[in-house]
């Protein structure tokens, strides 16, 4: 039986841990040829070995070091971009370093990845671009003004990004996950308890999922589901769409 992505080449971002890895290992199940994109060394070699697909070690928020990748001259039918990062602090003592380097990973990233692979999507007339957003991207929390603009941003990029493409074969959609069980959400859950003073697992309850009618930390594999879904058979005419996967979080 032929699999969903035989012959294809997925680039995925972020995919030393957490949902990128869940999405690249998801996609390579399919068979996909998947290119793992990290700046985790380790993380990604292991990755890239475990699904028989390609480790590139590169700091996505380097401009210099996206166009060394070259991509603009391989054929890449599917780039999901998955990479960010947190910090966590109120609007006036929010280092400018910081703020500019969840900018530089999770937005201008994307962007010039997707200018570098969708000369060659339009080009064989068929491309899928998924960006993992988040709830963030519809709703805001205090003390993350770097996290939720990027994400607004990934959500507008990506729109634009279906309208230039829809008569070239190419979508573009977001993912849009509440919190997940990741190194990421663990990261946030500690800075949470230090600043509430407040043990962990009444971050969980009383600060993550306050809004969320559904209890409980979506698993990576849930958002790979979707990505899958989205570049899978049958989505010719889903695009500029944004898919949330938050719990009821956005219903509330």
């Known amino acids: 039986m032929r699999n969903h992505f035989d012959n294809l080449t997925a680039v995925v971002t972020g995919a030393a841990s957490g949902i990128g890895r869940a999405i690249a290992t998801r996609l390579a199940a399919e068979g996909a040829y998947v290119v793992v994109v990290d700046v985790d060394l380790d993380g990604t070699r292991a990755v890239a070995a475990d699904i028989g697909g390609e480790a590139l070690v590169v700091d996505l928020c380097d401009p210099a070091a996206i166009e060394a990748l070259e991509l603009s001259r391989r054929r890449v039918d599917i780039l999901v971009n998955c990479a960010g990062v947190q910090h ?31 000369p060659g999507m339009y080009e064989r007339g068929w491309g899928r671009l998924v960006h993992v957003s988040s709830v963030h991207g519809h709703r805001a929390s205090s003390f993350k003004a770097a996290y939720v603009s990027a994400k607004h941003g990934i959500e507008g990029l990506s729109k634009v990004i279906a309208l230039e493409g829809a008569a070239k074969g190419v979508t573009s959609n977001t993912v849009c996950p509440g919190y997940v069980r990741t ?55 889903i695009t500029g769409a944004s898919y949330l996967l938050d719990g009821g979080w956005a219903a509330t």
Do not use: Y
Not at 89 to 117: G, I, S
Not at 188 to 193: C, F, K, L, S, Y
């Open 88 to 118: 966590v602090a109120p609007v006036e003592q929010f280092d400018w370093a910081r703020f500019e380097q969840v900018h530089r990973l999770m937005l201008h990233a994307p962007f010039l990845l997707a200018k570098a692979v969708l």
């Open 183 to 237: 190194p990421l959400v663990d990261g946030q859950i500690a800075d949470q308890a230090k600043h509430h003073q407040v043990p962990a697992e009444e971050v969980v309850r009383d600060v993550l999922l306050t809004r969320t009618p559904v209890k409980r930390l979506i698993l990576p594999d849930e958002v790979a589901n979707l990505v899958a879904f989205l570049c899978g058979p049958g989505t010719a005419s």
